[in-house]
């Protein structure tokens, strides 16, 4: 049995979840490893040894739990320097019409690739849309049928060079080898969408502790992929201010009895706070705290939204709505005032179709562990999305990925 690894690498903890694949391709989770996370902030590392020994100490507890050992890991990347655009070319594959073969997708990707490239980023993922095959669209996998031309929409995802090094540096320094790195936001979606909500239009938020990770799905496919660094962390940073109570207090508050919709709190409700450096309760209004945490809120998805159009898409057009997953995904009426806010239908997406370890897992704070581990699983992990290898466990499919991989070495 293969065994598989992931590092979820996030601002309030580390999770790393070990997995063993089955020989029908399905994962069992057989470690579960979770540390708080230090010397990490929204995905950046801020202090070298230190995150080195928080992810060893999350490798090691999901070790011990499994009983394996584990040297690759699959980590996820993330952070404000997340991009992504989107690529349309098209190569030309002989005269009169013949069989599409993978090289000619190749020659695209590497072409499409090649114009994503910029100074000071990494690219970490290109996945091809649907394909049109001379005046035929909507092609979904070209390969074997016969054409003259290709043409496909890639989508590429770009991280900083700088956070992504050092990323690798403080795993390698852990004792582990990061054999792939894949975007937060991609790794939740892979934990949480259903292939049909990626169909009609999604769009997913993983709303963590300093990072909000974003994706929109069109007709199956990626098409913004990104990460605001503003999530849990600052609404609880906004309640320590306005209740006047230190973070540990405003951490407890905002879990135990914060609300995201301020309607959805009677006027009459009351709740009982230690402010910073008295002895003595007082009690504030319910509804005042939620109005609180409903503006940062508020922020957080105007943001995304401004983001989502400023690049010429229409939120409208996920028609499936929005998928709330990570930490903050948790706190109370969250659906309701994203359902109010934004106008489309939102629900909370957990991690789903898990096998093994499933109960302590099945909660939106690890849709991106549980993502990396899919990833890490099949070989389309190694740099994109679907489609690419769909079906596909071919020595030729392998071969493909292994070329693309070392192109990209050698780009990069
Ligand atoms: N029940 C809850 N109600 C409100 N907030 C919650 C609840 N449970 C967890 N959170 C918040 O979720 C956040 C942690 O989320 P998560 O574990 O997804 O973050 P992370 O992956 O470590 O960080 P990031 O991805 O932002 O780098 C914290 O801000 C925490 O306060
Ligand atoms: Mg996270």
Request: glycine content about 8%; overall charge negative.
């Amino acid at each position: 049995m293969r065994t598989v690894a992931s590092v979820d690498i996030g601002t309030d903890k580390i999770v790393a979840l070990i997995g063993e694949v089955d020989t029908y391709g399905d994962v069992h989770i057989v470690g579960v490893g979770i540390a708080k996370s230090r010397g990490i902030d929204k995905g950046s590392v801020t202090r070298l040894e230190v995150s080195a020994r928080s992810i060893a100490s999350a490798v090691r507890e999901a070790e011990e739990m499994s009983g394996q050992k584990v040297g690759n890991v699959v980590i996820n990347v993330s952070g404000p320097s997340i991009k992504s655009q989107n690529e349309r070319d098209t190569v030309n594959i002989s005269p009169s019409p013949v069989e599409v073969e993978q090289d000619h997708i190749t020659r695209l990707l590497d072409r499409s690739i090649a114009k994503g490239k910029e100074d000071g980023y990494e690219i970490i993922h290109a996945v091809p849309r649907r394909y049109t095959l001379d005046d035929q669209e909507g092609i979904e996998d070209p390969v074997g049928l016969i054409g003259s031309k290709l043409t496909a929409q890639v989508h590429i995802v770009k991280v900083g060079t700088t956070l992504s090094r050092n990323l690798e540096k403080a795993v390698t320094s852990a004792g582990f080898y990061p054999t792939s790195r894949i975007a937060s936001p991609l790794a939740s979606a892979k934990a949480v969408l259903r292939e049909e909500e990626k169909d009609d239009g999604v769009l997913l938020l993983d709303i963590g502790a300093g990072l909000t990770d974003f994706v929109l799905f069109l007709d199956g496919y990626p098409v913004i992929t990104g990460s605001i660094p503003l999530a849990g962390n600052n609404i609880t940073k906004d309640i320590s201010y306005f209740m006047k109570v230190d973070q540990e207090e405003a951490e407890r508050i905002k879990k135990e009895s914060g609300v995201a919709l301020m309607d959805m709190v009677k006027e009459d409700e009351i709740l009982k706070i230690k402010p910073r450096g008295e002895v003595r309760e007082v009690t504030i209004e319910k509804r005042r705290l939620a109005e609180v945490i409903q503006i940062r809120l508020e922020e957080i998805l105007e943001k995304i939204a401004n983001h989502i159009e400023a690049l010429g898409f229409k939120i409208e057009n996920a028609n499936a709505g929005i998928v709330l997953t990570g930490g903050t995904a948790n706190l109370t009426g969250i659906k309701e005032f994203a359902e109010r806010f934004m106008d489309l239908p939102v629900r909370i997406g957990k991690p789903a179709d898990l096998v093994g370890l499933k109960e302590k897992i099945e909660d939106p704070m690890y849709a991106t562990a549980v993502g990396l581990l899919r990833f890490g699983v099949s070989p389309e992990g190694l740099i994109s999305e679907r489609k690419v290898a769909v079906n596909n466990n071919s020595p030729k499919v392998r071969d493909f990925f292994d070329k693309v991989k070392e192109f990209l070495r050698e780009i990069l």
